[in-house]
Structure formats: structure tokens, C-alpha cells
């Protein structure tokens, strides 16, 4: 087997400069100081050669480990030019995740199942995989990087690493045990090797080629609504009350499906004191790192302190494992309902903040500010229009209440209908929209108006 010493020095020098253009890449806010090798693994040798490789990237005060896949070959493959990183020996090498002569090998190992070096490849108990598929990376914006093989798998690498079993994988395990419907069937999973710790690296699952995403079904149901401009959003073709109606129900039932299944802790006086914190401790941050924010700070202040008002024991939503990232992106609509996918959390949120039991109010609250986007996108960079702003703000009151009408049909007792707990569920709200200004901010600035705007309706009485 190749040393792949000599390749890995070369690799770590060039990742500095390569890392940046890569949409996975979660820094983009501060300069690469230095990259170091945490493992490599020959996964196919000779001319092709594939290299699974762990790097930690360091940022400053921050190093974060990231996982890269490394071909090297003499024939060059059809890449994205974007994927080329150096040349090591005369070959060129390159991120390998769109060259499927490589990327076949990775499910092939999974049907295997079995170990190379530190990876352990598995399918689920009782999975029944087909092997020799080749793959396509998707082109969807995301954080990971997700293959799709012969259109009927799909493997999630994920990016940046934690040591342990990665919550993605933890939850779907969780609810397919428990029968949930409202999921993709996750068929296998890539293990490797952190900080001395199993950690999860790829999951793959069943792939559903007709689903359509709930983000592109609302947005034309938007888009529907300003074409007819005669028209209310219930008077539409194409409207999507019914579709957020029962997307609504699909959340609830996941909701319980994860407390039956990992458990719920009581919400105590102590609890909410440490939700306002963090609440508080967000909006600092976020308002330090844009101006644009200063003048909503006491509004959003005073509406996180009346969560630490509320008469003890008024709250009787148990904290639970939830989705933590929940929005019209993260969910497909197939022939048979609503999925849910990606139960990582926020990508920019420490691990141990994505693990922590959290009120699923919270999951209820980004996807109502999801209906907001989706109804204010289509105005963002045009001149202010008072009666276009009203009718996108009617298309959100109307699916947002038919999301939480859904919401109580499928919820177990005692969360019910989520308007019932109106303070926990604005300040949460406004909660999201201080974490979008932030996203918004560092991802795509001319967005920044969604967030800002809901913030000043909110925090002035609106919905
Ligand atoms: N099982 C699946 N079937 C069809 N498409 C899927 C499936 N899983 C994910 N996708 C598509 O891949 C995209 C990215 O998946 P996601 O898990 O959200 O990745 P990331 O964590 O990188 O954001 C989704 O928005 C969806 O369009
Ligand atoms: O899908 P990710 O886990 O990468 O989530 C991040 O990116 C999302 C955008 O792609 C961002 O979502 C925000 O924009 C959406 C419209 O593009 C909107 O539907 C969401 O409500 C809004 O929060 C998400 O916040 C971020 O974590």
C-alpha cells in the first residue's frame, strides 16, 4: 500500500488557500491560519488512488476537524474545476466527491460491510442494499456534501466532524425504531475515528427521486399569488394551506415520536433563566457583529425577559430532542406525506448545544419563520411596495396558521396547539430571526431585510 505521507504534506499546504471556495466550508468568516493531518486512509491504490483524509483547520483561536475525500490520478476525471487542490509528483489531486469512478467504491463497502483502517462501513440490521451503483454529488445548496447512487441511495458525508455518533444519524435510528412515517429509511452509515472516539462520517439512506422540497412548493404557491394580483391566497389554484396543514401534523407526530423514543425532561423556573440567557447571549453577539441590529435590541430584550416572567410551571412543554434547524429546505413532499430531513441543528452551533433537550416549540417557531421567507423572497431587492408587502404578509398568515392547525391535530398531549403558548413561541421566533440576521449577515447580505423586518413587526405587536 502507498504512503500517503508525501501526498498529505502536499494536501495540507494547499487546503489553506482551497478551502475558502468550498461551499461546505462553515469559516468563511476569518482567514485559514494553518491545516493538520489527523489521519488518512488509502481506500483505492495505485493510478486512480482514493484517500479518505481528517484534517483539523485552524482559524485563530479555532480548530475545527473537517473530512475530505482526495483522488489523485493521471487521467484527469470530468470535475468541477473547482475541486482541483495541487499537483503531488507529477499527478494532480482533487477533492473526489463528483469523480464517481472513485465514489462507487464507497457504497460497494457499505453492501460489504467491513473495515478499512479506521473506517468501519455497516448497513442497518435487515437493510437489503444493492451495490455497484455509481454516484452523483447533488447540486442543491448544503452544508455536507450528499452522493446520490443510480438514483436510488443517497450518502450524507459530513463536512465538519464531532467525535461521537453524529445526532443526524442518533435521531433517524431513533424514529425509524419507532415506526415514524415522516422520515427518509436510513439504510447505512461510514464510521471513523476521532479524538479516539467512533464518529459517525457518511449516513446513507433511501433516496426519493419525485419529492419536491417544501421550500420550492411554497414558493410557487407565492409566486402564484402575485401573478394574480385580483386574488386572495385561499381563492388560489395553488394554494398551500393544505400542504402546511398537514406538514404541520407530520412535525407533531415526529415530535412525539422522538420524546416516546429518547425521552423528555421537565421545563423548570432554572430552565427558562437559561433559555433567556442563551437568548440574550445570541442577540449580544449577533448585534455586535451587525449594526443593522442595534436598534431592535431592547424591543428583542424585553420580549426574551417576559419568557423569565412567565408564572412557574405555566409552560407545560418538556424539553426533548428536536429537530433544531427546521425550515420549508428541510422537508420533501413525496407521494406518500411530508419527510423531515437533516437532524443535525444549526451548523453553527456547537455540538453540545445541538444535543442539549430543547422545547420542540422551537422547531415550531423556524418553521414559522419559513413562511415568512417564503412569502417575503420574491420582493427581496425590489423597491418597497406597501400593497405587494401586504399580500405576502397574508400568504404567511394563512399557511403559518394552517401549519399550527396541523400541529395540534398530530401533537401528543400536552403541547396541543402552539399559538396556546403565544410569549414562549415569539420570543422563540424572534429567537430564529436574531440566528438569520447572523446567517444572513455572513451568507447572503441582500437577505438581511427578511429577518430585520420581521423582527421590527414582531417586537411591535404583529404576527
Ligand atoms: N432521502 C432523500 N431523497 C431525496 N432528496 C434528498 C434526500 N435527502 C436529502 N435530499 C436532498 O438533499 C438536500 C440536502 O440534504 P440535507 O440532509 O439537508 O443536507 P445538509 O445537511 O448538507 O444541508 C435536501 O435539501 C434535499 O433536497
Ligand atoms: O439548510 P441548512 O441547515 O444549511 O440551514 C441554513 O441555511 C438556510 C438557507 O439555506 C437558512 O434558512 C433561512 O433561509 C431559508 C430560505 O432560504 C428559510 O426557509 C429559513 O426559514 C431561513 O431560516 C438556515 O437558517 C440556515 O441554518
Given at each position: 500500500m502507498t504512503d500517503p505521507g508525501h501526498l498529505v504534506d502536499e494536501l495540507v499546504t494547499e487546503l489553506p488557500g482551497w478551502l475558502p471556495s468550498q461551499r461546505w466550508f462553515a469559516g468563511k468568516d476569518r482567514p485559514v491560519t494553518a491545516v493538520r493531518p489527523l489521519g488518512a486512509t488509502v481506500l483505492i491504490d495505485g493510478d486512480p488512488q482514493l484517500l479518505h483524509v481528517v484534517v483539523e483547520v485552524i482559524q485563530g483561536d479555532r480548530q475545527e476537524p473537517y473530512q475530505l475525500l482526495v483522488g489523485r490520478r493521471s487521467h484527469p476525471p470530468e470535475i468541477a474545476s473547482s475541486s482541483w487542490i495541487g499537483a503531488d509528483g507529477g499527478?494532480?489531486?482533487?477533492?473526489?466527491?463528483?469523480?464517481?469512478?472513485?465514489?462507487?467504491?464507497?457504497?460497494?463497502?457499505?453492501?460489504?460491510q467491513g473495515r478499512v483502517g479506521p473506517l468501519v462501513f455497516e448497513h442497518e440490521p435487515g437493510a437489503e442494499l444493492t451495490g455497484g451503483l455509481r454516484a452523483r454529488p447533488i447540486t442543491s445548496e448544503q452544508s455536507n456534501t450528499s452522493l446520490v447512487y443510480g438514483g436510488q441511495y443517497i450518502l450524507k458525508l459530513f463536512r465538519k466532524l464531532s467525535p461521537g455518533l453524529n445526532k443526524d444519524l442518533l435521531l433517524h435510528r431513533a424514529l425509524?425504531?419507532?415506526?415514524?412515517?415522516?422520515?427518509?429509511e436510513v439504510v447505512g452509515s461510514i464510521t471513523g475515528e476521532l479524538a479516539g472516539e467512533p464518529t459517525t462520517i457518511g449516513m446513507l439512506q433511501v433516496y426519493l427521486p419525485d419529492a419536491v422540497d417544501g421550500w420550492a412548493m411554497a414558493t410557487t404557491s407565492v409566486r402564484d399569488l402575485m401573478a394574480e394580483s385580483e386574488l386572495h391566497p385561499?381563492?388560489?389554484?395553488?394554494?398551500?394551506?393544505?400542504?402546511?396543514?398537514?406538514?404541520?401534523?407530520?412535525?407533531?407526530?415526529?415530535?412525539?415520536?422522538?420524546?416516546?423514543?429518547?425521552?423528555?425532561?421537565?421545563?423548570?423556573?432554572?430552565?427558562?433563566?437559561?433559555?433567556?440567557?442563551?437568548?440574550?447571549d445570541r442577540l449580544d453577539e449577533v448585534a455586535h457583529a451587525v449594526p443593522e441590529l442595534a436598534e431592535h435590541v431592547p424591543a428583542l430584550r424585553a420580549s426574551f425577559d417576559?419568557?423569565?416572567?412567565?408564572?412557574?410551571?405555566?409552560?407545560?412543554?418538556?424539553?426533548?430532542?428536536?429537530?433544531?434547524?427546521?425550515?420549508?429546505?428541510?422537508?420533501?413532499?413525496?407521494?406518500?406525506?411530508?419527510?423531515?430531513?437533516?437532524?443535525?441543528?444549526?451548523?453553527?452551533?456547537?455540538?453540545a448545544e445541538r444535543h442539549a433537550l430543547r422545547s420542540p416549540l422551537r422547531d415550531v417557531a423556524g418553521m414559522l419563520r419559513s413562511f415568512d421567507y417564503a412569502a417575503q423572497q420574491l420582493l427581496v431587492g425590489q423597491p418597497d411596495d406597501p400593497a405587494l408587502t401586504e399580500r405576502a404578509l397574508e400568504w404567511a398568515r394563512r399557511n403559518r396558521a394552517a401549519f399550527c392547525e396541523g400541529y395540534a391535530l398530530g401533537a401528543a398531549a400536552p403541547l396541543g396547539d402552539p399559538r396556546e403558548h403565544g410569549e414562549l413561541l415569539r420570543a422563540f421566533e424572534l429567537d430564529k430571526a436574531v440566528y438569520e440576521v447572523a446567517y444572513e449577515h455572513a451568507n447572503r447580505p441582500d437577505w438581511l431585510a427578511v429577518p430585520l423586518a420581521a423582527i421590527a413587526r414582531i417586537t411591535h405587536g404583529g404576527e
Open positions: 499527478l494532480n489531486f482533487y477533492e473526489a466527491s463528483g469523480d464517481a469512478d472513485l465514489t462507487a467504491l464507497l457504497l460497494d463497502k457499505i453492501v460489504a425509524q425504531t419507532a415506526g415514524c412515517e415522516h422520515i427518509a385561499e381563492e388560489l389554484g395553488g394554494d398551500f394551506a393544505g400542504e402546511a396543514e398537514r406538514l404541520g401534523t407530520a412535525v407533531a407526530k415526529v415530535h412525539a415520536d422522538l420524546a416516546s423514543a429518547l425521552g423528555t425532561e421537565p421545563v423548570d423556573a432554572d430552565e427558562l433563566d437559561r433559555t433567556v440567557k442563551a437568548m440574550a417576559a419568557v423569565r416572567e412567565l408564572p412557574p410551571g405555566s409552560s407545560p412543554i418538556s424539553m426533548q430532542y428536536v429537530h433544531g434547524d427546521l425550515h420549508l429546505g428541510q422537508v420533501l413532499r413525496t407521494v406518500g406525506g411530508w419527510l423531515l430531513l437533516d437532524f443535525e441543528g444549526e451548523p453553527a452551533a456547537p455540538v
